[in-house]
């Protein structure tokens, strides 16, 4: 692979995004590139991170490949990265994201697919296609709006204004903030914490909690019953609640305790 790298630790899959000299910046190589190590990692993985080499975790759309692009070519384009994204947020794994750095346009959208988001202290998040001449085309609209509110993506989008880790954590684009370089590790350690979870109740929490927010609450709460029942019926459900009651698990740790 040219613009990524891929590795199994234990049962987490780690995805490098490693164009550096162009800030991982995304071409259409680079997602058929993703496509293939998501399927990769979930034939193999039970969670996976997604990180970036160099200063920045991603700078977004390739915006030299970009400029020879036609209308047509243009929508195909956009409705792929929808298709490649889809599979990481409504995928068979759980995905964390790893953020340093620029955090810009399309860096934000494919950070907006994983399902939890850890930022260091240098990150920063931007979504600059207004000043570029364009518009959100990886999903931003629904994914990212979701997660900060419309009112706060229209700011970002009509200002061109960055905002720093800690706002992004007020602002709910990410749930960690850490030091300077520490957020693959932090990912790496909620991956491995996922992964031990059983993979059905994984599977709920990443299929079912999304589609449950777009339905009207009766049918959610309706919804919720099937998959609750189903989930707790299960073999690994079975196994899992006699381990807790024979004490053979842990308890619920508090805040402060180190696991
Ligand atoms: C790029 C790109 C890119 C850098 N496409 N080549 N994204 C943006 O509008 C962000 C544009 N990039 C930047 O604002 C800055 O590059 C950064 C803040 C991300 C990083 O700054 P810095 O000083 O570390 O790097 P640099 O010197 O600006 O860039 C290094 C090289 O990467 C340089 O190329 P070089 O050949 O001159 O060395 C840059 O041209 C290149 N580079 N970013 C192509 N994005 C599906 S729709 C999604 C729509 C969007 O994502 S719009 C947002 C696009």
Same mark, same amino acid.
């Given at each position: ?17 490693? #164009? ?6 995304? +071409? %259409? $190589?680079?997602? !058929?590139?993703? %496509?293939?190590? *998501?399927?990769?990692?979930? &034939? ?5 991170? *997604? ?29 792929? =990265? ?15 994201? /790893? ?12 950070? +907006? ?5 850890? $930022? ?9 296609? &207004?000043? #570029?001449? *364009?518009?959100?085309?990886?999903? /931003? ?9 419309? $009112? ?8 061109? #204004? ?8 007020? =602002?709910? *684009? ?5 030091? !300077? &370089? ?13 992964? +031990?979870?059983?993979?059905? +109740? ?11 927010? %777009? ?15 189903? /989930?707790?019926?299960?073999? !690994? /459900?079975?196994? #899992? ?14 805040? %402060?305790?180190?696991?």
């Amino acid at each position: 692979m040219k613009y990524l790298d891929y590795e199994l630790r234990g049962d987490v899959a780690l995805i490098g995004l490693n #164009r550096p000299d162009k800030r991982n910046a995304i +071409s %259409d $190589a680079f997602i !058929e590139e993703l %496509d293939t190590v *998501i399927t990769r990692a979930n &034939g193999e993985a039970k969670a996976g991170v *997604i990180y970036g080499h160099g200063p920045h975790f991603c700078a977004g759309l390739d915006l030299a490949e970009h400029v020879q692009k036609t209308a047509f070519e243009g929508v195909h384009g956009s409705r792929r =990265w929808h298709e490649v994204f889809g599979r990481i947020e409504r995928g068979k794994l759980p995905w964390f994201s /790893a953020l340093h750095g620029a955090v810009v346009g399309g860096g934000l959208e494919l950070a +907006s697919s994983t399902h939890v988001r850890v $930022a260091d202290a240098t990150a920063f998040f931007a979504l600059p296609e &207004g000043q #570029r001449g *364009i518009y959100v085309g990886g999903g /931003a609209s629904v994914r990212t709006a979701r997660l900060m509110g419309q $009112a706060r993506m229209t700011d970002l989008m009509l200002t061109g #204004r960055s905002v720093d880790a800690d706002t992004a954590e007020r =602002w709910n *684009i990410v749930q960690y903030v850490v030091l !300077e &370089g520490e957020a693959l590790e932090k990912a790496v350690e909620l991956a491995g914490r996922a992964a +031990s979870n059983a993979e059905f +109740s994984n599977y709920a929490i990443i299929q079912a909690l999304p589609r449950i927010q %777009d339905m009207s609450a009766d049918d959610g709460l309706f919804v919720e019953s099937f998959i609750a029942s189903f /989930a707790a019926t299960t073999p !690994e /459900a079975e196994a #899992r609640l006699q381990a807790f009651l024979q004490k053979k698990v842990g308890k619920v740790g508090r805040p %402060d305790e180190k696991k």
